[in-house]
């Protein structure tokens, strides 16, 4: 029987932390009429997250990748016209930089109340925000067909994305240092190759009847079928502070998937490699970014970023003019050209240190500059 063609709507979650424009220090305990104000403009598409100074956006499902950043651009806009009400800010960024997580409280739920009692003080380390897209793909075996395949270019997609690279004041030497903290927790990082959304389903309900997890949404991995929606959930990359680059990232996932179901339809397939390979190239990439080279496994050999994007955009090029969104992956040399935002948050510090600047005045200017790019509508 033919697989029907994924629709490959798209729909795009982001999590942003709260900051205090006085201190810009993060907002440890925000009043609950904050969140109640947003829901009142945004209703179920606003929620709370694990720390009470964060907050989660989630857009609907669309046809288009520019559907979808419009209606995220409308989003970040509300939250942070809500937020200054109450003299905070949002900011995208996947790490605060100088936040103290013993300083954070947890919201209160009982999901979170259990994460804590059940994960110890890693999950209580989890100040980080992250940014997650689903693309639809309704044949459940095409959707567990395509991530096996599709983790391949995971890494690439992380280092165009990057946004963490200060940790509670310190300078971590890397650009993804969210995943450093996430690691900590089980079942996460890149999947195993499955031959069947089947046997995925085995694997859950073992992990449910030995009592590990209560449903599929514990499991934390780079990328994964929801438990929600008919999608396949790309969860590897950082938040990125400038919508732009959400918008690349976002259509370049999308044209991945797309290339890999048309070589599908002419019996062609993505070569799958050995997991210890691809966790070489998702390391490379939270510690270099787009500044370093990520292992082209066919060739065996290190390739910079910049060969690495050419190559990718060349290799969609049909999908994304069917697609529309050849805009949006020229963007993707934007990126490489300028960097992500860890690269911009190390420019700002340093150049307000080399103009003798303390410290925590420097990274006050980080802040300011991550509240103000932000909110700033797309061009």
Not at 179 to 185: K, R, S, T
Not at 218 to 237: A, C, N
Not at 345 to 355: H, V
Request: hydrophobic residues 35%; negative net charge.
């Amino acid at each position: 029987m033919p697989i029907a063609e994924p629709s490959l709507t798209i729909g795009i979650e982001e999590e942003y932390f709260l900051v205090d424009l006085d201190s810009r220090d993060l907002a440890e305990n925000p009043p609950e009429a904050l969140l109640q104000c947003c829901h009142d403009r945004l209703a179920d598409q606003v929620s709370p997250e694990f720390m009470r100074s964060q907050i989660e956006v989630g857009t609907r499902p669309h046809n288009t990748i520019q559907e979808a950043i419009a209606e995220l651009a409308e989003m970040r806009a509300a939250i942070g016209e809500v937020a200054r009400e109450f003299n905070l800010a949002p900011i995208a960024a996947s790490s605060h930089p100088f936040g103290n997580y013993r300083q954070q409280l947890p919201t209160n739920r009982q999901r979170y109340e259990e994460l804590a009692v059940d994960l110890g003080t890693p999950v209580r380390r989890l100040q980080i925000c992250g940014c997650h897209v689903h693309a639809g793909i309704e044949d459940e075996d095409l959707r567990i067909d395509l991530m096996n395949q599709v983790s391949y270019f995971l890494p690439h997609l992380l280092a165009l994305s990057t946004s963490s690279p200060f940790w509670e004041g310190e300078d971590t030497g890397m650009n993804s240092y969210r995943l450093c903290v996430f690691d900590a927790l089980p079942r996460t990082g890149l999947p195993e190759i499955y031959e069947s959304y089947g046997e995925y389903q085995r694997l859950v309900a073992q992990m449910v009847s030995a009592g590990c997890i209560e449903d599929a949404t514990k499991i934390w991995w780079d990328i994964r079928p929801s438990d929600r929606y008919p999608t396949l959930e790309m969860r590897v990359t950082d938040v990125c502070t400038d919508l732009r680059d959400c918008a690349a990232i976002a259509a370049m996932y999308q044209a991945l998937l797309s290339m890999l179901y048309r070589l599908r339809m002419s019996n062609q397939r993505w070569r799958l490699y050995p997991r210890l390979m691809l966790q070489e190239n998702r390391w490379r990439a939270m510690r270099y970014g787009v500044n370093g080279e990520l292992i082209d496994l066919g060739l065996g050999k290190a390739i910079s970023m910049m060969e690495l994007v050419d190559e990718m955009i060349e290799l969609v090029h049909e999908d994304t003019e069917r697609l529309g969104t050849v805009n949006e992956i020229q963007h993707l040399k934007t990126i490489i050209k300028n960097g992500t935002s860890s690269d911009r948050q190390r420019r700002i510090y340093e150049l307000a240190i080399g103009n003798g600047k303390s410290k925590d005045n420097a990274f006050r200017d980080v802040v300011d500059h991550l509240v103000n790019e932000t909110t700033r509508q797309p061009s």
